[in-house]
């Protein structure tokens, strides 16, 4: 009775390192994808932007150049084959959507009111296809029509604007045009909230004096740590300069890294714990069951076989121990939303990074060495002196 309570308390003990590596790893995991999803999640994972425009050169001599620029005019950098790009783009492997683009600069007006704004001009029907643009709307749609304008609740609020009011915008170039209000979004961002304008790529070609091309390219990936291998490969299809999300993001990247490498120690530990745990308990079985390995070694059991017995049931503790810690570790995981449904307040446990397998892996090895060295004092355990104990 006693050796079955001892099992049945070593049995608990590795299960719940178990249960504790499986959260941990969910904890983690799922943080690291919150992380991501609330930074990179709703920018573009590769750009291509127009290179700029430089002025005429009209003479050049030594440590002297003469430019010339239109007076009254400015120059836009544009992707002037940017349909011609857009098929072979999309056919990149990893490749979920491409967002062709025309920004600028721009100033709102109602009445007296006027608000400086940056004009995004997106293609109808790929208005989410980078921004989730849908989930974010509050009132209306993301729609892009011809005559239509979305807005952020935040400059809505200072304009006094409502859906389905007009309001004119007029582009940097001194272009204006009279929108309705289709759509708010609201995205927890004051900068975008307050001073981001989406219109239709027509309504912007208008603006922006653009009959054809395009400012950018923005491109979302299905696998966002592929963006650096997927800019070359565009780089090398269209020659053109693609920046993925990870220039300039060495910050984030370090912050991500260090959390991942605190999440390491933290399973280490609780792997540990559990190697500790086991070879203890088989430690003092073996003092206890002394008696009985002299019997053993008195019938003809040899040192190989003695070992062996003890090292399955290491074995045996560790694989009972770990399923039964992966399956608690699995109902616990259950009532947490998926990571698509991740909300700011709440513990963002990913369910499917438990590490289940790898848990009761490494739990299993860890048991079986935990209980070499008792098995190797147990196999040398002198038949006369056990028996007479």
Known sequence: MANKAQTALLVTGVAVGVFIFIFMSALIGGLAEFILSRTVG??????????????????????????????????????????????????????????PQIGG???????????????TGLMPGRESAILDLDGYIVEGSARLGPGLIVLGRELTDDLALSRGQSVRLQ?????????????????????????????????????FAMPQ?????????DDLNAADATALRI???????????????????????????????????????????????????????????????AMGAGRNFVVFVFVTQGALIG??????????????????????????????????????????????IGAVLAAILPARAASRVDPVTAIGQ
């Open 42 to 99: 709703d920018i573009s994972h590769i750009t291509i932007e127009a290179a700029d425009l430089d002025p005429a050169v009209l003479i050049t001599a030594p440590g002297h150049v003469l430019a010339v620029t239109e007076r009254g005019r400015t120059r836009t950098a544009t992707l002037s084959e940017a349909e011609t790009w857009l098929p072979l783009i999309e056919a990149v492997p990893g490749v979920k959507a491409v967002s």
């Open 105 to 119: 600069a721009g100033f709102l007006t109602r009445g007296a009111q006027v608000s400086q704004v940056s004009v």
């Open 171 to 207: 582009s940097a170039g001194g272009v204006t045009a009279l929108l309705t209000l289709s759509g708010i979004f609201e995205t927890g961002n004051g900068a975008m909230d307050g001073a981001r304008a989406f219109v239709g790529l027509p309504v912007a070609r208008t603006l």
């Open 213 to 221: 091309g395009v400012t950018q390219i923005e491109i979302k990936l």
């Open 235 to 297: 780089r090398a299809l269209t020659d053109l300069d693609a920046v993925p999300w990870t220039d300039g993001a060495e910050q984030l990247m370090e912050a991500l890294n260090a959390q991942a490498q605190t999440g390491y120690f933290l399973k280490t530990f609780a792997l540990i714990t559990i190697v500790i745990g086991v070879a203890s308990a088989l430690m003092l079985s073996t003092y206890r069951r002394r008696p009985e390995i002299g019997i053993m070694r």
């Open 319 to 364: 694989l009972l121990g770990g399923i039964t810690g992966a399956a608690l570790g699995y109902l616990a995981l259950l009532p947490f939303p998926p990571r698509e449904a991740f909300e700011p307040g709440t513990l963002p446990m990913d369910i499917t990074q438990g590490s289940y397998g790898l848990a009761i892996t490494l739990t299993v």
